[in-house]
T-cell receptor, first 116, second 116 residues
Framework: GAGVSQSPSNKVTEKGKDVELRCDPI?????LYWYRQSLGQGLEFLIY????????KSGLPSDRFSAERTGGSVSTLTIQRTQQEDSAVYLC??????????????FGEGSRLTVL | AQSVAQPEDQVNVAEGNPLTVKCTYS??????LFWYVQYPNRGLQFLLK??????LVKGSYGFEAEFNKSQTSFHLKKPSALVSDSALYFC??????????????FGKGTTLSVSS
């Protein structure tokens, strides 16, 4: 597709359930990022994938959060045993490698997660 | 570690007046600076970036930003605000000294409200 695609756009789940959020980046973009946007918290970095390098997981808030990127393309963010504080919009972005230009991130529309 | 500060949660201006949205940053090396805008219920859109060269960079929708190395600032400006500029604005930074690919770190965002 022409842009970054995320699914589902909205997800309502019960506390304690696991959820999976999917991101399909722009074709040819080797870098993929997950961010979380909560009211009043701005954009919180979660995880970053760059090609075949080990991902930068330094932003994951707890071990309930994990992400995979298969074949250097599609990524899945998994949240296990969801808590109410996980409610947020999860944004995915892709870009060309950091050393190349233009290098800006292209964002998807986000997945809004509500944990009841 | 790199960081970004947007000291104002909200900026209010009248249509036709100049606007400034402030941003300061901290990196160990040379910065790679961005501004993004988020309109209500929309994804983030790239506005402009600074890599090197002229300190004044021009971007989309008539916006510009001035890089000031001594003050570690990258304020967003527009000579004449429009009501349609009302949105949430994010400043972001990447440390260019780390080509292994640190993530783009965002500020908490500033809500711009332009009144008619």
């Amino acid at each position: 597709g022409a842009g970054v695609s995320q699914s589902p756009s909205n997800k309502v789940t019960e506390k304690g359930k696991d959820v999976e959020l999917r991101c399909d980046p722009i074709s040819g973009h080797t870098a993929l990022y997950w961010y979380r946007q909560s009211l009043g918290q701005g954009l919180e970095f979660l995880i970053y994938f760059q090609g075949n390098s080990a991902p930068d997981k330094s932003g994951l808030p707890s071990d309930r959060f994990s992400a995979e990127r298969t074949g250097g393309s599609v990524s899945t963010l998994t949240i296990q045993r969801t808590q109410q504080e996980d409610s947020a919009v999860y944004l995915c972005a892709s870009s060309t490698p950091p050393g190349s230009f233009p290098g800006e991130l292209f964002f998807g529309e986000g997945s809004r997660l509500t944990v009841l | 570690a790199q960081s970004v500060a947007q000291p104002e949660d909200q900026v209010n201006v009248a249509e036709g007046n100049p606007l400034t949205v402030k941003c300061t940053y901290s990196v160990s090396g040379n910065p790679y600076l961005f501004w993004y805008v988020q309109y209500p219920n929309r994804g983030l859109q790239f506005l402009l970036k600074y890599i090197t060269g002229d300190n004044l960079v021009k971007g989309s929708y008539g916006f510009e930003a001035e890089f000031n190395k001594s003050q570690t600032s990258f304020h967003l400006k527009k000579p004449s605000a429009l009501v349609s500029d009302s949105a949430l604005y994010f400043c972001a930074v990447r440390d260019l000294s780390n080509q292994a690919g640190t993530a783009l770190i965002f500020g908490k965002g500033t809500t711009l409200s332009v009144s008619s």
